[in-house]
Structure formats: C-alpha cells, structure tokens
C-alpha cells in the first residue's frame, strides 16, 4: 500500500494536501478539538457520555505520553469544526520477531459530510500511516453491515480467523 495505490480507491482523487475542498484540513488530534466539537463527532459512532474538558484534557496526556496513538482528524477549517476522525492504536508484540501491531478504531465522519469519500481518505490515511510505523498488520472490528465498506479499503475476513469476541464490564 503506497499512495499511488491508494488514490486508486479514490474518485475523483482527492489527499490529504487536498482532501476535495480547501477548507478541509487532516491532521492529527490535538488538545484544542474539545472545543472544535470532536467528542460530538465521536457521539455519532457511540456513546460518549459525559466527558469534561479537564477529562479529555488528562486523557489526552496519558495517550501522549503512553505513546502509540495516533489519532487523525479532518477539520472544517470554515467552521472549525471536527468533521472526522480515525484512530490508529499500536501495541508492541513478542510475537514476529517483536513485531508492532495496528488497530483501526474509532471511525467516523460527520453524517452530514457524507459521500465525499472523507471515511476512505481518512481510513487509508491511518492504514497507510500503520504501515509506514512498521505494523505487521491492521484489523479492525465493525458491525455486519459495514463489512463490505471496508472490503473495499482492503480489509479482508480471514476464513476460520475473523471473530470479534468481548466480555463487556
Ligand atoms: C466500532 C468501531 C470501534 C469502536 C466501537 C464502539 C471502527 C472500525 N470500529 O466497532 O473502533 O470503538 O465501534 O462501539 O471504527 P461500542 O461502544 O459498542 O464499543
């Protein structure tokens, strides 16, 4: 996966330097979203119940200085307004010769800003970055019905290997 490859997934082409419009920016999440409204984003993926600026601050910090998150934003720099985001989450591994390994998490784009390809650009924006980082893999859990979306970022189920279990708390 090279940007080459990904502008195949994308058409009309649109990067980052260029996500469509020129008010659109993606960057990486920083301290000041809070009030660009990123957690109201998030809202739209799950609950986010109630969550402070002070909250998010120190949630910030300890992700920072943890190390292996990357959390990438798009912004509406007309209206300063997060309008999307996916998280790159890393894990160091003893397995594959102390591999590094990729999580995707978190995807979302504003439901207004929806079909200007925002989800893929910010999905392979993230997957191409996991690679660039030296991840042996990325995977990803998802509901039913957006299997064939990410199918066709390149996210394959492995027969015999794709089950997402939990043990909610
Ligand atoms: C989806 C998300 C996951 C998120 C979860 C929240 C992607 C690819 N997957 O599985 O990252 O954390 O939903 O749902 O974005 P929950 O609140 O039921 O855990």
Same mark, same amino acid.
């Given at each position: 996966?090279?940007w080459?490859?990904?502008?195949?997934f994308?058409?009309?082409?649109?990067?980052?330097?260029?996500?469509?419009?020129?008010?659109?920016?993606?960057?990486?999440?920083?301290?000041s979203?809070?009030?660009?409204?990123?957690?109201?984003?998030?809202?739209?993926?799950?609950?986010?119940?109630?969550?402070?600026?002070? !909250?998010?601050?120190?949630?910030f910090?300890?992700?920072?200085?943890?190390?292996?998150?990357?959390?990438?934003?798009?912004?509406?720099t007309?209206? !300063?307004?997060?309008?999307?985001?996916a998280?790159?989450?890393?894990?160091?591994?003893?397995?594959?010769?102390?591999?590094?390994?990729?999580?995707?998490?978190?995807?979302?784009? !504003?439901?207004?800003?929806?079909?200007?390809?925002?989800?893929?650009?910010?999905?392979?924006?993230?997957?191409?970055?996991?690679?660039?980082?030296?991840?042996?893999?990325?995977?990803?859990?998802?509901?039913?019905?957006?299997?064939?979306y990410?199918?066709?970022?390149?996210?394959?189920?492995?027969?015999?290997?794709?089950?997402? @279990? @939990?043990?909610?708390?």
């Amino acid at each position: 996966l090279d940007w080459a490859s990904v502008l195949q997934f994308l058409n009309p082409p649109i990067t980052n330097e260029q996500p469509g419009e020129e008010w659109l920016l993606v960057r990486p999440l920083k301290l000041s979203d809070f009030d660009r409204g990123y957690l109201q984003i998030l809202s739209q993926l799950t609950n986010v119940g109630n969550v402070s600026k002070a !909250n998010f601050e120190s949630q910030f910090q300890k992700m920072r200085n943890t190390g292996g998150h990357y959390i990438t934003v798009i912004e509406d720099t007309k209206i !300063n307004k997060i309008i999307g985001s996916a998280s790159l989450i890393t894990e160091f591994k003893f397995i594959h010769e102390c591999a590094l390994r990729g999580r995707l998490e978190d995807v979302v784009v !504003n439901n207004t800003y929806r079909g200007k390809q925002l989800g893929k650009l910010i999905v392979l924006t993230v997957t191409l970055l996991s690679k660039k980082l030296g991840c042996y893999k990325m995977s990803l859990d998802c509901k039913d019905a957006l299997i064939p979306y990410y199918k066709s970022l390149g996210y394959k189920s492995e027969p015999g290997n794709s089950n997402s @279990m @939990m043990n909610r708390f």
